[in-house]
């Protein structure tokens, strides 16, 4: 890394979801966030990136190692006992990383929706409208919009099958 303004650079684009991948791993979002900037700093300092791959990819897996060496350290198991022995209050703040990444993950499902199931959900899921509000603005009957519906439900079920939901489920 020959300058500073390019790893700031390289901060501000994948800090994100380097933090949401190491709280994947560590479930506590300080320790990711720690995580992220160890990550960074020994990236800058003395990183054997070579250009021959994507840099993303390269983040990714010291993040992923960084992230597994902080669950086999002391450190992991004492505040885990700690947090055994006196319960964290609110687990709130916690969770809205990962709640934001489920609606991420069901937004981008959404738009992978054929046009006719996708605009019947956003209408009736996300601008909270009626039934009989979507058919007309749609100008289709109250029965299509209803089939509209539920087959648009059934393609993204299918879509987000396999996916293990740690916030959104649990609401």
């Given at each position: 890394m020959s300058n500073i303004n390019e790893l700031k650079e390289l901060m501000f684009q994948y800090t994100e979801p380097l933090i949401r991948l190491a709280?994947?791993?560590?479930?506590?979002?300080?320790?990711?966030?720690?995580i992220v900037q160890?990550?960074?700093?020994?990236?800058?300092?003395n990183h054997h990136y070579e250009e021959r791959g994507e840099l993303k990819s390269f983040l990714t897996k010291m993040t992923i190692n960084k992230?597994?060496?902080y669950l086999k350290s002391w450190t992991y198991r004492k505040v885990r006992l700690q947090n055994k022995l006196f319960s964290p209050a609110d687990k709130s703040k916690s969770d809205e990383l990962v709640r934001r990444d489920e609606q991420g993950i069901i937004g981008?499902?959404?738009l992978t929706l054929p046009i006719k199931q996708r605009e019947v959900l956003i209408y009736f899921y996300f601008n909270e409208m009626t039934i009989t509000?979507?058919?007309?603005?749609?100008?289709?009957?109250?029965?299509?919009?209803?089939t509209r519906l539920r087959r648009g439900k059934e393609l993204l079920r299918n879509h987000l099958k396999g996916i293990e939901w740690e916030v959104l489920l649990n609401e």
């Amino acid at each position: 890394m020959s300058n500073i303004n390019e790893l700031k650079e390289l901060m501000f684009q994948y800090t994100e979801p380097l933090i949401r991948l190491a709280y994947y791993y560590v479930k506590d979002l300080q320790a990711a966030e720690d995580i992220v900037q160890e990550v960074f700093i020994k990236f800058y300092h003395n990183h054997h990136y070579e250009e021959r791959g994507e840099l993303k990819s390269f983040l990714t897996k010291m993040t992923i190692n960084k992230s597994k060496d902080y669950l086999k350290s002391w450190t992991y198991r004492k505040v885990r006992l700690q947090n055994k022995l006196f319960s964290p209050a609110d687990k709130s703040k916690s969770d809205e990383l990962v709640r934001r990444d489920e609606q991420g993950i069901i937004g981008e499902a959404i738009l992978t929706l054929p046009i006719k199931q996708r605009e019947v959900l956003i209408y009736f899921y996300f601008n909270e409208m009626t039934i009989t509000e979507v058919a007309h603005i749609l100008s289709i009957p109250e029965g299509t919009v209803k089939t509209r519906l539920r087959r648009g439900k059934e393609l993204l079920r299918n879509h987000l099958k396999g996916i293990e939901w740690e916030v959104l489920l649990n609401e």
